[in-house]
């Protein structure tokens, strides 16, 4: 409509309630770019890589926050630095490649050339020729940097943001949620293969995914069917005071019952398939406290994965108002044995694009992307568990995701366009 404002055209909640989720919010262009400005431009905290992906003095990675490229370095001092990955000059992508080592990041476009802290420090024919052309006298290399974050470094993760406010990564964990990543990263870790899955659906509809342990053993017919996470197993779920961030982790118990599921006849009721190679899910207890799944988020786009002694960090990257992008990073630690690196990556089979777990979830979202065009005066009903976004024994919840949109409702209706 000619006239009418961004204001305007934002998403209007039905109610201060998080239990009434209106459709509309993965939809609007509007909304879309009041996240860019509120939420990955503002105070969160973003992971970018990992410590170990850029171990040495040059070793870059490009990552994003939202759909901003950004260079992570490893400087000459050893201090890493990230800034975003775009030449100061004409606004030209610096690195074109996903990682590697360098000494300087040039620009092909004009050879402007930047160091390993992002100064500026070569102008090609800054003088001009034979005394003609050329910048102005009063240019200097200083005023012109790439644009630097604020990088923090958490149990070997990298995290940047474009807000000098931005709490430090403990306080915006919370104590609990710390915990449970250092659960996990208590030792140094290596990478063991990497993917990138695009998925047909908006970011938040994944996070919310990512965050409903109600949905796991229905959906997911691979996790019921060999007793590997069902919601009578022994667990809980773990939200942190802001509610963007949530563990869900359970404990693999030696009675397994269907029964609650054959009386709520649910799909995933089949206890008569058996695997033809059960070490698939042969597993050792590596962290002495028999819990076999857990699954860690940190707003707005990052989640940490143990399953069985599969492990791996994901990374979900905006991509539009019905697209994202899914990073997978599969991990293991310095000191793994050949048997454990064995284990890892047998079991890197069950998670990913065409996991025998997850699979599923690259698709219901696109389930829910396709079916809520056009009822934008709808909502979701996120009921499940009680109305609030707060820490539970039960995983028969939507806690976390209610918490998710508590953090989400905090940035962005205290954002003034």
């Known amino acids: 409509m000619a006239g009418q404002s961004l204001n305007d055209s934002l998403v209007r909640w039905p109610s201060k309630s998080l239990t009434d989720i209106p459709y509309d919010l993965f939809t609007s262009k509007a909304q879309y770019e009041l996240e860019k400005e509120a939420i990955f431009k503002g105070p969160a905290w973003h992971y970018l890589c990992l410590r170990v992906e850029v171990l040495n003095p040059g070793d870059y990675v490009v990552s994003h926050i939202g759909e901003t490229s950004i260079i992570v370095v490893r400087n000459e001092q050893k201090i890493i630095k990230a800034m ?41 024919f800054s003088k001009g020729i034979k005394n003609q052309g050329g910048m102005p006298g009063d240019f200097k290399n200083e005023d012109y940097p790439l644009r630097r974050l604020k990088i923090t470094e958490f149990c070997g993760l990298v995290f940047g943001s474009f807000d000098e406010n931005v709490p430090d990564i403990e306080t915006y964990l919370g104590p609990d949620v710390s915990a449970k990543v250092k ?18 659906n908006n970011w938040k509809i994944y996070m919310e995914n990512v965050k409903d342990s109600y949905h796991a053993s229905i959906l997911h017919l691979f996790f019921t069917t060999f007793r590997l996470n069902r919601l009578t197993q022994s667990g809980g779920i773990i939200v942190d005071e802001s509610g963007g961030n949530h563990v869900s982790f359970s404990v693999l118990d030696k009675d397994m019952s269907n029964k609650a599921y054959e009386e709520d006849d649910v799909r995933s009721d089949n206890s008569k398939v058996k695997l033809a190679d059960p070490n ?29 002694n599969s492990l791996a960090v994901r990374q979900v990257l ?69 109305e609030e976004a707060n820490s539970m024994e039960s995983r028969v919840t939507e806690s976390p995701i209610r918490g998710f949109w508590k953090k989400y409702r905090a940035l962005t209706e205290s954002f003034n366009l």
Request: aromatic content about 8%; glycine content about 12%; overall charge neutral.
């Open 183 to 200: 659960r996990v990263l208590n030792r140094p870790v290596k990478v063991i293969g990497r993917n990138t899955q695009v998925l047909p």
């Open 318 to 386: 905006p991509k539009g108002t019905d697209r994202s992008d899914l990073v997978w990073t599969y991990i293991g630690f310095e000191d793994d044995d050949e048997e454990m690196d064995a284990r890892r990556l047998r079991q890197a089979n069950l998670v990913g694009p065409a996991g025998y777990i997850s699979m599923e979830d690259g698709v219901v979202g696109g389930f829910v992307q396709r079916a809520i065009r056009g009822v934008t005066e709808d909502h979701s009903i996120v009921k499940m568990g009680g």
């Open 84 to 124: 975003v990955n775009r030449c100061a000059h004409r606004g030209a992508m610096l690195c074109q490649k996903r990682r590697g080592t360098t000494r300087k990041f040039s620009c092909v476009y004009h050879a402007w050339s930047y160091d390993l802290d992002g100064n500026l420090t070569n102008v090609a």
């Open 280 to 308: 698939l899910l042969e597993g050792v207890d590596e962290f002495g406290d028999g819990i076999t799944l857990q699954i860690l988020t940190i707003f707005p786009g990052f989640v940490l994965q143990q399953v069985r």
